[in-house]
């Protein structure tokens, strides 16, 4: 089974950083069950109360009580949980800061989302706002601030303005030689007992495409 970093644990919660293809999911091999294994307590009660897409790494809070989950998800519901991503696109966003507002819906049977043009049944409104970081060799590091949490969202929303995800593979027709370069390098939120406000960060991985940009 593989490893996983723990970046901060107490009672409550679980801090730690998801390696990508891991699901968020409890089920062996899956976040929670990574966790118990760095706990030493295959027993221990975790559980997920957010998710990042299997391909994505980063940062993941995890509860360790009910009660924990239970307000953890209230902030996440009520908009007071903030998620902020650095992404790495093909091309160079234009402008170089703003935000994107679609309408989203998601086709179950492809597994895929896709950008509609009007509402509907099962259409749900999608934003972001972004941040061009650094520009090289065609690609740009973008920080993104989600407002909404959408299946996929992010690497939906830049590619249908043709600015793919390096290692995008489900939504371009590209064959960049690494993972995909989304990354969740910011987590904010309450403690659920003790009411402090927690804010973590952390960087990606030194490998290609993040050297690059």
């Known amino acids: 089974m593989r490893n996983m970093e723990i970046i901060y644990q107490d009672q409550d919660i679980i801090v730690v950083n998801k390696p990508a ?12 069950s990574l966790a118990r294994q760095e706990l030493g307590n295959p027993e221990a009660d ?17 509860a360790r009580n009910a009660t ?3 307000e953890l998800s209230r902030q996440i519901r009520e908009n007071e949980f903030q998620k902020e991503y650095l992404a790495v696109v093909h091309g160079i966003p234009t ?6 507002r679609d309408l989203l819906y998601r086709d179950k049977a492809r597994r895929m989302t896709m950008v509609a043009q009007e509402p509907g049944k099962g259409v749900q409104e999608a934003v972001l706002d972004y941040w ?12 993104v601030l989600l407002h909404t949490g959408r299946t996929h969202q992010i690497r939906v929303q830049f590619a249908s ?7 995008e593979r489900k939504y371009a ?19 659920p007992s003790t009411g402090e406000k927690l804010h973590f960060t952390l960087q990606p991985p ?8």
Do not use: K, Y
């Not at 061009?132 to 920080?143: G, I, K």
């Open 132 to 143: 061009s970081l650094h520009t090289a060799e065609e690609m740009t590091r973008v920080r």
């Open 161 to 167: 303005r043709g600015l793919s995800l390096v290692g």
């Open 206 to 213: 030194e490998v290609f495409p993040w050297t690059q940009v």
């Open 21 to 32: 293809r891991v699901l968020s999911t409890d089920e062996p091999g899956g976040v929670p």
């Open 95 to 100: 402008p170089p800061e703003g935000q994107l």
């Open 68 to 70: 924990a989950a239970s």
């Open 173 to 191: 027709e590209r064959n960049d030689p690494c993972e995909i370069a989304l990354f969740s390098s910011c987590l904010a939120f309450t403690h």
């Open 46 to 62: 975790v559980r997920t109360v957010h998710r990042l897409d299997r391909v994505v790494s980063g940062l993941m809070v995890l």
